[in-house]
């Protein structure tokens, strides 16, 4: 029972989290015939989420423990050189194209 | 394929690149491909054709007598000690009188089956004898007569695997170099 509550904790957060992720960076609610009817709407965010979730889930398929050190390694000396890389990056696109858009 | 950080900046992000799409294409694979196990007590795999499994006792297809003449080959050369014959003394031929084999601890080695010199105990092609009950595995000769008739018998019985293994001895004298 602790292990099943546990585990279904850890799914609620999943879930809320794809939510979240659908709602921030997949427009929602928005999507074609969007305006028709409100349910259309709601399955477009339900859609995204799930997609979300998928996503989330299919990353944990494939990457079942990974060794620390590895993970520590990889995430230090390569994945935040990367998005300090594309932050720069960001960056000068912004300043070239002017903020908005 | 493994690969170790230490090819520089670059050659270690495309690595990783490279690694997490391959690792991530074998998941999508296996989430899209129908799976390979099936609902057993509902759907059956085929057997292979030479599957030896449950042990059982059979009849004779003519007279319908049983084959098994009590003789006590199989208890002498059983590995575990799982079976235990009675002879029963009759006029023309002898018969068990009773004949237990316990199954569970059996190891499916087949060379009772390869000494019966009546064909008398052979080897079912199916193992379908799943139970929660370690006593259900107790065979008494009823029951296991009546595996012998519920279940396929594999092909191998005492006198053709012997035959197969006796070397060829006509063949050995005539057709011998001469040294």
Redesign the interface.
């Known amino acids: 029972m602790k292990f099943a509550l546990i585990q279904l904790g850890e799914y609620a957060h999943m879930i809320g989290t794809s939510f979240l992720g659908a709602l921030l960076f997949l427009g929602a609610w928005s999507g074609p015939w969007a305006d028709t009817s409100p349910w259309w709407g709601a399955l477009w965010f339900l859609l995204k989420a799930m997609f979300v979730f998928l996503l989330v889930t299919w990353i944990r398929w494939s990457f079942v423990r990974i060794r620390v050190d590895q993970i520590l390694a990889i995430s230090w000396k390569l994945l935040l050189p990367a998005s300090l890389l594309l932050l720069m990056a960001t960056a000068v696109v912004v300043v070239l194209r002017g903020p908005g858009g | 394929m493994a690969r170790r950080?230490g090819d520089g900046?670059w050659g270690?992000?495309f690595g990783?690149v490279a690694a997490?799409v391959r690792?991530?294409k074998?998941?999508?694979i296996?989430?899209i491909r129908r799976p390979i196990t099936v609902h057993y007590p509902d759907r059956t795999r085929n057997y292979p054709d030479r599957y030896r499994g449950l042990l059982a006792l059979t009849y004779d297809k003519e007279t319908g007598e049983e084959n098994c003449i009590g003789c006590r080959l199989c208890e002498y050369i059983c590995p575990p000690q799982v079976i235990k014959v009675e002879m029963l003394k009759a006029e023309k031929r002898n018969f068990a009188k009773t004949f237990t084999l316990e199954l569970y601890a059996c190891e499916f080695c087949e060379l009772c089956v390869q000494v019966c010199p009546t064909d008398a105990i052979i080897m079912m092609k199916s193992f379908d004898m799943s139970t929660a009950d370690r006593r259900e595995l107790l065979l008494d000769k009823d029951r296991l007569h009546q595996i012998g008739l519920k279940f396929e018998p594999s092909w191998a019985t005492g006198n053709l695997l012997r035959d197969m293994q006796t070397p060829p001895k006509a063949a050995a004298k005539t057709g011998g170099h001469a040294e």
Request: negative net charge; without cysteine.
């Open positions: 950080l900046f270690d992000l990783l997490v690792a991530m074998v998941t999508l296996n989430l």
